[in-house]
């Protein structure tokens, strides 16, 4: 995929684990613009290519704005962005992409962030804030040491439109979420963007009032638990040219089909940010990823083969 060339011009501590990365264009030329909800893709070194949400406000073509929180956990992008990353570094970017848009119709947003899930909420607040949208934002962290961008949520524009909570007991939030999600005004739609457990907490409390469709997800990480599970050994045939391989326990389609040169573009190998997709003509996948909806992942006809598997024997790719 064709990549876009920017200089890291600021680089800027947000919170006591995060910092965000300015980038601009390296060669003057205008970036292309983008919606709330998209990410980029950062090509940090050779092979480590992470995804990252812009959070910029609306029609700024001249910078992208990512941030990055350090995660102990780091499979090293984190770590590679906040210790290697320097102001004045040219880097590549792709274009951006959106997997989280906002929903046009909807008469109202509630945007609920957890963490570093802030950062696509906020270009989201900032692009609603701008079109003269009803929204609201209520923003989680631990302290206000550790809530990004807390000035300027903080500010006159975002007053009685932002509400931030810290440190709130596992309880409280239940109880706190079950008050704020028992209801849901016509038309209204619900955003969610943070760590698994906050997201599963809040998709189950929405889930008896809020219909799927109105609720809009933006995982930065794969469940670890659906990772894990089982790994029998099944055979992928590509349909194009009539081929079956063995893809074994322990190995990845996209792994086992690059073995045979045969390359599918991947990104963050995760399952979460849709590059791989690739159409399924026959067989029964075993979605492991979180990227599908539930409603595709029940049609069967798509698989994203970084991650998942297959529940049949069989698994015929449109390949
Ligand atoms: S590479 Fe990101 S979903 Fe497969």
Not at 68 to 78: A, D, F, L, N, T
Not at 183 to 211: I, K, N, S
Not at 262 to 271: A, K, L
């Amino acid at each position: 995929m064709a990549t876009l060339t920017v200089k890291v011009n600021r680089v800027a501590q947000e919170s006591l684990d995060i910092k965000s990365f300015e980038l601009i264009s390296a060669t003057g030329d205008p970036l292309p613009p983008f919606a709330a909800g998209s990410h980029v893709d950062v090509h940090i070194d050779s092979g480590l290519i992470r995804q990252y949400s812009l959070c910029n406000g609306p029609h700024e073509t001249d910078r992208y704005l990512i941030a990055v929180k350090k995660e102990p956990e780091s499979r090293g992008g984190s770590r590679a962005m906040h210790e290697r990353i320097r102001e004045g570094d040219v880097i590549a970017v792709s274009a951006p992409r959106n997997n989280f848009p906002i929903e046009q119709q909807a008469k109202h947003h509630l945007l609920l962030a957890g963490g570093i899930g802030i950062t696509p909420v906020f270009s989201m607040a900032r692009h609603l804030l701008a079109a003269g949208e009803s929204f609201e934002l209520q923003y989680f962290t631990r302290s206000i040491q550790h809530t990004a961008f807390h000035a300027l949520l903080s500010g006159l524009d975002f007053k009685r439109r932002v509400t931030f909570h810290y440190a709130i007991e596992p309880d409280a939030l239940r109880a706190y979420l079950r008050k704020l999600l028992w209801h849901r005004p016509e038309g209204a739609h619900l955003y969610l963007c943070g760590p698994r457990q906050f997201m599963d907490l809040v998709e189950t409390t929405a889930a008896p009032t809020w219909p799927p469709e109105a609720v809009h997800l933006e995982y930065f990480a794969a469940d670890p638990m659906s990772l894990t599970g089982s790994q029998e050994t099944f055979q992928v045939r590509l349909a194009r040219s009539d081929t079956t391989f063995a893809v074994p326990a322990g190995r990845s389609i996209v792994e086992v089909l690059a073995e045979h040169g045969v390359h599918i573009e991947t990104s963050c190998e995760q399952g979460v940010c849709g590059t791989c997709l690739t159409g399924v003509l026959d067989g029964v996948p075993d979605h492991r990823d979180v990227f599908l909806t539930d409603a595709e992942k029940q049609a069967c006809d798509k698989i994203m083969p970084c991650v998942s598997r297959a529940k049949s024997l069989l698994l015929v790719l449109d390949l």
